[in-house]
């Protein structure tokens, strides 16, 4: 069965850092595009960022470009992202997700990914 494991995700105080992890299980993420995606309580589900399965190419969403950084290590099945100077404004439930649509770009659209996670919860308060 082809699942992702988030983790990283907690309580932070604005201005912050946190460092979210994404391990898949049941299928080598080598052969996908991998991306982050967020949901604020009362909010449609956003895309946050995505990288290729080189990680040569990644996309952000305008709202967290410098300060979210995507990255991957295919040896460990496993993709990242590192979120700096947090404020209230990025908690949420923060999911990875799978797509092999695509091979040197990929789109900051959900209905082209395929295979998600259950999400880690990223709460940011003083």
């Known amino acids: 069965q082809l699942q992702f494991v988030e983790s990283g995700g907690g309580l932070v105080q604005p201005g912050g850092s946190l460092k979210l992890s994404c391990t898949a299980s049941?299928?080598?993420?080598?052969?996908?595009?991998i991306g982050w995606f967020r949901q604020a309580p009362g909010k449609e589900r956003e895309a946050v960022s995505c990288?290729?399965?080189?990680?040569?190419?990644?996309n952000y969403a305008d709202s967290v470009e410098g300060r979210f950084t995507i990255s991957r290590d295919n040896a460990k099945n496993t993709a990242y992202l590192q979120i700096d100077n947090l404020n209230p404004d990025d908690t949420a439930v923060y999911y990875c997700?799978?797509?092999?649509?695509?091979?040197?770009?990929?789109?900051?659209?959900?209905?082209?990914?395929?295979?998600w996670g259950q999400g880690t919860q990223v709460t940011v308060s003083s």
């Open positions: 997700a799978a797509e092999n649509l695509f091979t040197n770009l990929c789109v900051l659209h959900e209905q082209l990914w395929k295979y």
């Open positions: 049941g299928f080598a993420v080598n052969y996908y595009n």
């Open positions: 990288a290729t399965v080189s990680g040569n190419f990644t």
